[in-house]
């Protein structure tokens, strides 16, 4: 019995794969800078996900997961309100014999999730077969939209819909807070 219950807990939840990632910290002139597209949107539907595995070791080489996001406000780029567009997010969940899985590209991202208004930098790179926009920067380039005014200021990981504390990204959320929120 106890065998069993392990096995069903082990597939029943997943174990988070975080890389403690070395990445580049943006400022906001930057994220805009290197953005194609800057919209307000919000999440639809998770169209497709891949996941590489490494054929020795099974360790995810390559995650990617594909969504639809319905555009409600264009600030820059050639898309219209009310229009759907592929976004690619560098995580994905899996299943195998030994488990659940899902594998994130940094310590700090958390996908997009229905329910919330996001504000995304997205940027359409001609080597993307899928043509779909990516997410600059990974967490650097998504944003959720406050629930009020009021609580601009309030700063928890859940606030921000990232996984832990980040002094750069809080900073950030106030800059992108001031002009993009208001």
Same mark, same amino acid.
């Given at each position: 019995?106890?065998?069993?219950?392990?096995?069903?807990?082990?597939? !029943?939840?997943?174990?988070?794969?975080?890389?403690?990632?070395?990445?580049?910290?943006?400022?906001?002139?930057?994220? +805009?800078?290197?953005?194609?597209?800057?919209?307000?949107?919000?999440?639809?539907?998770?169209?497709?996900?891949?996941?590489?595995?490494?054929?020795? $070791?099974?360790?995810?080489?390559?995650?990617?997961?594909?969504?639809?996001?319905?555009?409600?406000?264009?600030?820059?780029?050639?898309?219209? +309100?009310?229009? +759907?567009?592929?976004?690619?997010?560098?995580?994905?969940?899996?299943?195998?014999?030994?488990?659940?899985?899902?594998?994130?590209?940094?310590? !700090?991202?958390?996908?997009?999730?229905?329910?919330?208004?996001?504000? !995304?930098?997205?940027?359409?790179?001609?080597?993307?077969? =899928?043509?779909?926009?990516?997410?600059?920067? %990974?967490?650097?380039?998504?944003?959720?939209?406050?629930?009020?005014?009021? %609580?601009?200021?309030?700063?928890?990981? =859940?606030?921000? $819909?990232?996984?832990?504390?980040?002094?750069?990204?809080?900073? !950030?959320?106030?800059?992108?807070? +001031?002009?993009?929120?208001?």
């Amino acid at each position: 019995m106890g065998v069993s219950i392990f096995f069903g807990y082990k597939h !029943l939840n997943a174990q988070e794969l975080r890389p403690d990632a070395d990445y580049h910290n943006y400022a906001l002139s930057e994220v +805009e800078s290197l953005a194609t597209v800057i919209v307000e949107a919000d999440w639809e539907e998770e169209t497709n996900s891949i996941v590489e595995l490494d054929q020795k $070791d099974k360790y995810p080489l390559d995650t990617r997961t594909f969504s639809n996001i319905k555009v409600k406000k264009v600030y820059k780029g050639e898309v219209k +309100e009310g229009e +759907e567009l592929n976004v690619v997010e560098y995580y994905a969940k899996w299943r195998d014999v030994a488990g659940a899985y899902v594998k994130y590209p940094n310590e !700090l991202y958390q996908p997009l999730t229905s329910g919330k208004n996001y504000l !995304l930098f997205l940027y359409q790179s001609p080597e993307e077969p =899928s043509g779909s926009y990516e997410i600059i920067g %990974n967490h650097q380039g998504k944003y959720v939209y406050p629930e009020s005014q009021s %609580n601009m200021s309030i700063q928890s990981t =859940s606030d921000l $819909d990232i996984a832990e504390k980040d002094e750069h990204y809080s900073a !950030l959320y106030n800059e992108v807070s +001031e002009k993009y929120f208001k």
